[in-house]
């Protein structure tokens, strides 16, 4: 309580009704095999498929050593966004060729160097996969002279930093190298430390030299003939380790201090500890690193203007990067102990397969986009393809706020997606059938491509615009140029009551998402829509009364909460997301002594009881049409 000691005007500030805030429920998770990109870390959120591309490399086709499979995790993800989603993460799941041996399927090449030079350095795509074999292009940059001289008559540098790599001329005699920049404490004198003593009165030029580092990521033409794409500039760097966020080798690393350079620069300069004998002095280093990446040759063209781009550069194209072997069940569930990766990030280690996704609350959303194939044809691929369903639908169940957006395997006919939809119950989870025919980001071809991630966008889009309470169904799916099967009328009468949602072409109206049950046998949580809703509600809820915890629990805080809910509801009847043609015919909040016993106080148990009435889908509409016969009075 305040306190009031002497005579005056007090001002203070009291708390109003507290209100609760509906929560997002279009936030998409998406999990599978990518062409590129961290296989461990906490999921990034993306906002288009330029995004996912940027980071795990575009949509062409995988191989994991049986020859080319679909991209299906990239044709979701473009999917999902065309089709209306805004929020989208993805985890990567990868699966090396030899169990335990991060780094072996990375694309790799050693810098070849003239024999004159230190030991050799090699570049190591940063993640596996064969995007990973990349096109690196280093081209050597010098700056304009940096050598002044002072009022006094002597020399002293401009534009230069302490830990600079410079290359410097004399002509008496006639040499020049590789320096680093040094500064004396004690004088703030610049000095010259390189492979033979120079005084700085001696040099003739000083020129700094940076490292300009690109990339092309190997894709395919609009033929479908293998290709590498535009350069993309990683950054210009120094050679100077002590220069933190600068120096080539600092930035280059395998396991980066931030986790936006380990998204961003897609490779790892390996063997800079071996170019230095243990006795050699730490100034050494940036000019070892400097003729470890450019020969003498290139290295002279500093002072020449007028020297050609192709003499200024080194280009190195990794190989032997592979997209490892099918991923199983275990890659999907996520190992937070045993898992490991070319990073060793021990912070980011125990974020992978599913149970990165946990660590992300805003998450409504989940699929994995082609597993339903198993990656394998066969018994194989299908019992593969059930285990991964399961995890997720484990995975939603577990998290409780989360509904699982499931694929039927492609090929299969009506009778065989009923009976994949009968291997498993759960009120968290949809199955859509059949596959969609979608046009290839790629070359343009048409491909076959799972359903789920596509109907991911179309619940985003259909929240969005109506509310998670409409069934975000008799949608039209923009993407689809065909579908795999055509269903009629018959065939959706047996699919159906069993959950599995089908989708329709109708002429005129086109292609359409054409049901949004779940697969649980419980009528009470067959349509989606309620399953999603009071997931809306309950999280809702759930996050929008957190402030009751620790308060003082008495009538005066029931009354609180129960104001606070009933306002909340309110809203929600309002909008048409509840029946009742009065609000209590609505929804109910009781939180007051008869929903607490004693235990409950002593025990600090808050017990509030709500009820509501959701509004259900119009699945059957149903006109009944009787002859009349006209009256004289009529």
């Known amino acids: 309580m305040p306190q009031y ?84 993460y993805v985890m990567r799941t990868y699966a090396y060729t030899t169990p335990g041996t991060p ?63 410079v290359w410097a001329t004399r002509q008496s005699p006639n040499e020049s190298g590789v320096f680093v920049v040094r500064r004396d404490t004690a004088t703030g004198g610049w000095t010259l430390v390189g492979g033979f003593e120079l005084p700085l009165d001696e040099a003739t030029a000083v020129y700094p030299l940076t490292a300009l580092v690109e990339v092309q990521h190997p894709t395919v033409d609009p033929t479908g003939l293998p290709a590498f794409g535009a350069p993309q500039a990683i950054g210009e760097f120094g050679f100077d380790p002590r220069a933190v966020g600068t120096g080539i080798s600092t930035v280059l690393t395998a396991n980066p201090p931030t986790r936006r350079g380990a998204l961003t620069v897609p490779i790892a300069l390996e063997g800079v500890a ?35 781009l192709a003499a200024r550069q080194r280009v190195v194209t990794l190989g032997g990067g592979t997209d490892g072997r099918v991923p199983g069940v275990t890659a999907y569930q996520g190992d937070p102990v045993g898992f490991d990766d070319y990073q060793a990030d021990p912070t980011a280690l125990p974020f992978n397969g599913l149970v990165a996704f946990e660590s992300v609350d805003d998450i409504s959303i989940v699929a994995a986009p082609g597993s339903a194939t198993g990656w394998v044809a066969g018994a194989a691929g299908l019992d593969a393809a059930h285990a991964i369903a399961d995890s997720v639908i484990d995975h939603c169940e577990r998290m409780v706020y989360r509904v699982a957006a499931l694929d039927t395997p492609p090929g299969q006919l009506p009778g065989e997606a009923l009976d994949f939809r009968n291997q498993r119950s759960s009120t968290h989870a949809a199955l859509y059938y059949p596959w969609i025919t979608v046009s290839s980001p790629t070359d343009g071809s048409r491909v076959q491509a799972p359903p789920a991630a596509y109907l991911a966008g179309i619940w985003a889009r259909s929240d969005n615009s109506r509310g998670v309470i409409k069934a975000p169904a008799n949608e039209v799916v923009r993407s689809a140029l065909d579908f795999e099967t055509r269903l009629n009328k018959a065939q959706q009468e047996l699919l159906n009551p069993q959950g599995v949602n089908c989708l329709r072409f109708f002429p005129g109206s086109g292609f359409l998402a054409w049901g949004a049950r779940t697969i649980s046998d419980d009528p009470e949580w067959k349509y989606l829509s309620v399953r999603r809703y009071f997931n809306f509600l309950e999280k809702s809820i759930d996050e929008g009364t957190r402030w009751v915890v620790f308060e003082v629990n008495g009538p005066a805080l029931w009354d609180a909460v129960r104001h606070t809910v009933e306002g909340f509801l309110f809203d929600q009847w309002k909008s048409g997301a509840l029946l009742g043609a009065k609000p209590e015919q609505a929804y109910f909040v009781r939180c007051d002594a008869s929903t607490m016993t004693a235990d409950d106080l002593d025990n600090g148990r808050l017990i509030c009881v709500i009820g509501v009435a959701a509004a259900k889908p119009a699945e059957f509409v149903i006109f009944r049409i009787s002859q009349w016969t006209a009256t004289q009075s009529a």
């Open 5 to 88: 000691l002497a005579p005056g005007v007090y001002v203070e500030e009291t708390p109003g009704p507290r209100t609760i805030q509906g929560v997002s429920t279009s936030t998409a998770a998406f999990i599978g095999p990518t062409r590129f990109g961290p296989t461990s870390g906490r999921p990034e959120l993306l906002t288009s498929y330029a995004d996912f591309v940027r980071i795990y490399g575009d949509a062409v086709d995988l191989d994991f050593g049986g020859g080319p499979l679909p991209n299906y995790l990239a044709l979701g993800v473009k999917g999902f966004f065309d089709e209306g989603g805004g929020s989208l």
């Open 274 to 308: 071996g170019l230095l004998d243990a006795d050699a002095p730490a100034d050494s280093l940036p000019t070892a690193i400097a003729l470890a990446l450019f020969d003498n040759e290139i290295l002279g063209t500093s002072g020449s203007a007028t020297a050609p």
């Open 103 to 165: 780094g072996q399927d990375h694309g790799f090449a050693v810098v070849p160097r003239d024999t004159s030079g230190p030991a050799q350095l090699s570049v190591r795509a940063r993640f596996p996969g064969r995007a990973g074999n990349l096109r690196v292009v280093l081209t050597l940059r010098a700056g304009t002279n940096a050598l002044a001289s002072t009022p006094a008559g002597t020399k002293t540098l401009t534009r230069v930093r302490e830990f600079d790599t």
